[in-house]
């Protein structure tokens, strides 16, 4: 559970909790359970201790404490015997001081407990090398009445210490002698500006005393330069898993309902309480929950409550369930509740979002994920919304692979790679998937349906045939389905649409599943309500959670431990390389090229690799390439494929283009405790329009890839202000830029959804290439892969149509039609055509908007973002203050 959000509710604003950490306190012979938050403000650090409920997700669930300060009267030692850490290394404990007080923690192994200790020790580091004046802790006074009994930790340890104290006992503190009553708080708030028990030199042979040592394993644990024997620990238990592990059924309720914009007409119950017994689990996913404008732009609506409540009214009604993740995009939320009794063996929980609307990146389609461990099974939950109408299959096949590239989870452990959705024991993919029913007409669907005929009518779904022919998902099973299509009918109703339209009814509602130890239960869709022009459906899952055996994992562990301590010194590393050169050929914009290098483990001895920086370089690469994984872990005998991925974008294309760059790298790669291997990596990248600035294209009679690089270096050079000799006149607007709007304006002022609807990865490949090499005369692909392309277009431009020097003036005098018309006459002649031909296209586009559905909130929205970009982040009143200055000039009669 990630029980930092709890604890950021807690704070204020200016004040952020970067990681939290359950753990256990001592207290003579017993032990309490606390909360840990390390909490950060104006580069200030504390430790903020929090009681807690069982599983803290609220605010409400956990109560201030004590704060400790991280000043020079901090320190943290562990303290663990040699003997615990030897046997089992399983737990570890530790003791933290602030002046003359200490708590001795117990933290639970692992990587986020490891995490947790390397913040402290970083924050803690950093202090006792600052030279400059000593923090004063001054936010912390706001919470001490918040706290419950003032210090009530270090009060509780300061009465055990002076009964035990010895003034001989070497390495420890004392705790103060006597104690102040009434008032009095807790040394834990003193003033940071009193008298310190140690000098700065005192704190720095403290550091360097608590050093690494041989014996010192579980501190060598937490620390990440000692990662490899972790590595070989978690391999080695995962290879083993079965022996400690046995499965335990639990159920899950999965539900999808396409609620079509609409608010909460009726109970829920009918769906979320149709099963006979309380599930464990509820995983309830919406689309579509609101269609306004403001909730397509700026991600927020009022009917995430409104929904949120609904359900929380509807779930079962003979069990109790805590809420723990909503994860939200626009319109496509998930919720995820699991009954209290298993709140506690939850944890590692994780959300993220993915848009594949236009330009890949609107959130009006896409996805929603939640990822968590239960017991010792990692479960992915993801919601989706997918490309809409009844031809557009391939689209849907295209975001539902880009969901499964693009969606990633990070670990807690910051030395481990993301997780992808496919790296998970069990996969839940529920959502409106719109894949629709092909090659039949209404009235043989509809009569299909009166006959329940639904397996004759399955044969001719989308989803079915796309899965058949493993376009997408592979390895995923789907239950039989038996009830009748959800979609579309009338809103209110059980009646088909009745519309113009009259759509031909589908099954784009649906509920997937992937991996071992899965029974569905049921699956079906609800009829009785009728909110939306969509029917609700739900599915119950019995599944096989790995439990822990707690006696068998500690035989396994130490077993482990024991061998691992055997060989750890025997052998250096080392790894055969499948090659050290890759070539990669006529790399494009935006187009993918990748290479496997594969790397076995030819040594005596497990290995950890990782590509390094080489000196001077921020990265271990060049930004257009990556390795994936970058860094890992290999069992003796074993190997692992690395892909070698070249992908020239935006912010990499513009020094490509003008030759300043080339396709040219050295990776190194390093093993620990071994030697290093260098890695050629080389290439030639084909000049694009995509990535060149106006100015630049300007310049260009020709095709940019009919041009030698002499001459896009000579271009590059007088765009960038240089002296440069040219004998021809340039072109009024760049001629890739007048093909794309040409052809849209002859094809697509009447499209309905131009501009909002995306278009497809291949087509807009070869709209690159026809663009690029003037080849063939005319734009392939859809009038909606031309929009989008358009859109890349401007985007890739590495100095937007509004100059960035321009973008302040355009802020301040956004409100004023005549002042923004003034700017826009000052600026660079070829941006300055750029933007008016533009703007009278997209006038244009708006006379036909009651057939292409625009409108001047939408084209401002979508434009201004791309010609009124921001040098730096943009935050949204900017992005308001832009569109306000673009309406000025969609208004009919502008100039």
Not at 415 to 423: A, D, E, G
Not at 493 to 500: A, G, N, V
Request: aromatic letters at 8%; glycine letters at 4%; charged letters at 25%.
């Amino acid at each position: 559970m990630d029980q930092s959000v709890a604890i950021q509710e807690t704070l204020e604003r200016d004040e952020n909790c970067i990681i939290a950490v359950q753990c256990d306190v001592f207290f003579d012979n017993t032990t309490e359970s606390r909360l840990l938050g390390l909490v950060e403000s104006t580069k200030e650090h504390a430790i903020f201790i929090y009681t807690h409920r069982r599983m803290a997700i609220t605010a409400d669930d956990v109560s201030l404490e004590d704060i400790i300060p991280i000043s020079l009267d901090f320190a943290v030692v562990e303290v663990s015997s040699s003997e615990e850490l030897a046997v089992v290394g399983a737990d570890t404990k530790m003791k933290v001081s602030y002046q003359e007080e200490e708590l001795e923690l117990r933290l639970p192994f692992g990587s986020h407990s490891r995490l947790f200790l390397s913040e402290v020790n970083r924050v803690w580091s950093d202090v006792c090398k600052t030279t400059t004046q000593a923090p004063k802790f001054e936010w912390i006074s706001k919470y001490h009445k918040a706290t419950r009994g003032l210090g009530t930790t270090v009060n509780k340890l300061n009465q055990h210490q002076k009964k035990e104290k010895s003034s001989d006992k070497k390495g420890t503190i004392e705790g103060e002698k006597g104690s102040n009553s009434g008032t009095h708080k807790s040394k834990a708030y003193s003033s940071p500006e009193s008298q310190s028990i140690f000098s700065r030199e005192d704190r720095n042979d403290l550091v360097r005393s608590s050093s690494h040592t041989p014996s010192n394993k579980a501190q060598i644990l937490a620390m990440p330069q000692f990662g490899l024997r972790d590595n070989l620990i978690r391999c080695e238990l995962l290879k083993n898993e079965d022996l400690y592990t046995y499965p335990e059924d639990f159920s899950f309720f999965l539900g999808t309902y396409n609620v079509n914009g609409q608010t909460p007409k009726e109970s829920l119950s009918p769906w979320l309480s149709c099963t006979l017994n309380p599930p464990d689990m509820y995983c309830i996913g919406f689309q579509e929950l609101d269609l306004s404008k403001e909730a397509f732009f700026f991600n927020d609506t009022p009917k995430e409550l409104e929904w949120t409540k609904a359900v929380s009214q509807a779930l079962h009604p003979d069990a109790k369930y805590a809420l723990v993740k909503l994860v939200r995009l626009v319109g496509i939320m998930l919720i995820f509740y699991v009954k209290k009794e298993h709140a506690e063996f939850i944890s590692d929980v994780e959300a993220e979002t993915v848009g594949t609307g236009i330009m890949g990146r609107m959130g009006n389609k896409g996805a929603v994920a939640v990822r968590f461990r239960f017991h010792n099974s990692d479960i992915c939950v993801v919601n989706s919304h997918l490309a809409a109408h009844i031809e557009e299959y391939e689209r849907r096949n295209q975001d539902y692979k880009e969901i499964c590239s693009r969606l990633q989870f990070r670990q807690l452990d910051p030395s481990q790679p993301p997780l992808t959705i496919m790296k998970h024991d069990v996969i839940l993919w529920i959502g409106d998937l719109n894949y629709r029913i092909s090659e039949l007409d209404v009235s043989n669907v509809k009569e299909l349906i009166g006959k329940k005929d639904f397996e004759t009518l399955h044969s001719y779904d989308q989803l079915k045939r796309q899965i058949d022919e493993e376009a997408v998902f592979v390895g995923f099973a789907e239950g039989d389905i038996d009830f009748q299509p959800t979609y579309k009918y009338d809103t209110g109703s059980d009646k088909w649409d009745t519309s113009e339209k009259c759509r031909v009814p589908a099954w784009c509602d649906r509920i997937l599943w992937r991996g071992k130890n899965i029974v569905q239960q049921h699956y079906q869709s609800h009829m009785a309500l009728k909110t939306s022009d969509h029917k609700p459906v739900s599915s119950l899952l019995v599944i096989g959670i790995k439990k822990v055996n707690a006696e068998a994992y500690k035989k396994t562990f130490e077993e482990i431990v024991r061998n691992i301590d055997k060989m750890e010194n025997e052998c250096i590393p080392s790894v055969t390389l499948s090659k050290r050169e890759f070539h990669f050929k006529d790399v494009k914009y935006m187009q993918h090229h990748a290479e496997t290098l594969s790397l076995v483990n030819d040594g005596q001895v497990p290995c950890q690799f990782e590509f390094i920086q080489k000196p001077n370089e921020p990265t271990y690469c060049k930004p257009w390439l990556t390795a994936n994984p970058s860094k890992g872990f290999i069992a003796k005998g074993g190997s692992v494929d690395i892909e070698l991925e070249v992908f020239v974008n935006r912010s990499t294309a513009p020094e490509l283009n003008s030759g300043k760059e080339q396709i040219e790298d050295i990776l190194v790669l390093h093993l620990e405790r071994g030697k290093d291997y260098f890695i050629s990596v080389i290439g030639n990248y084909l000049p694009s329009c995509y990535g060149s600035s106006i100015h630049s294209l300007c310049q260009l009679r020709e095709p940019i890839q009919d041009m030698s690089q002499e001459t896009l270096r000579e271009v590059a050079k007088m765009s960038g202000g240089e002296n440069a000799v040219n004998t021809e006149k340039p072109l009024d607007i760049p001629k890739e830029l007048w093909m794309m709007v040409d052809h849209l304006f002859r094809n697509a002022l009447k499209q309905e959804d131009i501009f909002q609807q995306p278009g497809l990865r291949s087509e807009f490949a070869e709209i690159r290439d026809c663009l690029d090499t003037g080849i063939p005369d005319s734009l392939p692909g859809s009038n909606h892969s031309v929009a989008e392309a358009l859109l890349l277009f401007l985007d890739a431009l590495p100095e937007p149509v509004v100059p960035y020097s321009f973008y302040q003036q355009c802020l301040e005098i956004c409100s004023n039609a005549s002042q923004c018309e003034k700017v826009i006459s000052m600026l660079p002649q070829c941006h300055k055509n750029v933007f008016n031909y533009l703007a009278a296209f997209l006038r244009e586009l708006l006379k036909n908007s009651a057939s292409n559905r625009l409108d001047v909130n939408i084209l401002a929205t979508i434009f201004a973002s791309l010609l009124l970009r921001s040098p730096t982040k943009q935050d949204l009143a900017e992005k308001r203050k832009t569109q306000e200055f673009f309406q000025h000039f969609l208004a009919q009669g502008s100039s």
